[in-house]
């Protein structure tokens, strides 16, 4: 079984500009997460969909950050403008029933704004 | 606010002893614990759960044990093994929501 795939891997460049994130889930996976991990710190979830439905975004800068997972598969993490404090992992994670003990996580795209 | 924490950065024990990894929570509305494992430039694995009406839940040579009075847990590997060198994630679950709230993680080296 195919894990969670994202790309790119890493990713620099400077504030202001935009930046993209893509994750393609685990097949059949309903529920699709996105974490933010600075440095020295946990993974902090930023937005949670199921299926093609936002289940909770609470944590997710609006201001700047937006996500979509168009037919309920990929999903697209976008910051724009960047700011040097979103320098951090961008972690995916997927789980079958949305279960918190069955998420699989992807390897993460580590992002540098300079 | 730090709902779950890792007061330990660092760790490091000898091959065949026994690791313990620490961590405490403030909400007592948790009601799943997990421990994820990392490995540098890769994601997150799940290691190992239990839920907030248990005590101990043992697979093999990892068991976790959750004191909800002291709202604590603790990660017991046995015997530890260098493969076993990795950052260790504690992570509660939100009741209703499906949502980990993380520790700031322990790096664990294992020497042989």
């Known amino acids: 079984e195919a894990g969670v795939a994202q790309s790119p891997r890493y990713k620099i460049i400077e504030k202001r500009q935009s930046v993209a994130f893509w994750c393609n889930p685990i097949?059949?996976?309903?529920?699709l997460y996105w974490y933010q991990q600075i440095l020295g710190q946990g993974p902090k979830l930023l937005i949670q969909?199921?299926?093609?439905?936002?289940?909770?975004d609470s944590q997710l800068p609006k201001d700047r950050f937006s996500a979509e997972r168009l037919k309920g598969v990929d999903s697209t993490l976008k910051i724009q403008p960047a700011k040097l404090e979103d320098s951090a992992v961008y972690l995916c994670?997927?789980?079958?029933?949305?279960?918190?003990?069955?998420?699989?996580f992807g390897p993460g795209t580590r992002l540098t704004v300079l | 606010d730090q709902q779950v924490k890792q007061n330990s950065p660092s760790l490091s024990v000898q091959e065949g002893r026994i690791s313990i990894l620490n961590c405490d929570y403030t909400?007592?509305?948790?009601?799943?614990f997990l421990w994820y494992k990392k490995y540098p430039a890769e994601g997150p694995t799940f290691l190992i759960s239990?839920?907030?009406?248990?005590d101990k839940n043992e697979d093999g040579r990892f068991t976790v044990f959750l004191n909800k009075s002291a709202k604590h847990l603790s990660l017991h590997i046995v015997p530890s093994q260098p493969g076993d060198s990795a950052v260790y994630f504690c992570?509660?679950?939100?009741?209703?929501?499906?949502?980990?709230?993380f520790g700031t993680g322990t790096r664990l080296l294992v020497s042989p």
């Open positions: 994670a997927s789980s079958l029933r949305g279960l918190s003990n069955e998420q699989f």
């Open positions: 097949s059949g996976h309903a529920t």
């Open positions: 969909f199921q299926n093609n439905g936002v289940v909770d």
């Open positions: 909400n007592s509305m948790f009601d799943y």
């Open positions: 239990i839920s907030s009406i248990k």
């Open positions: 992570a509660a679950s939100v009741p209703g929501f499906q949502k980990l709230v």
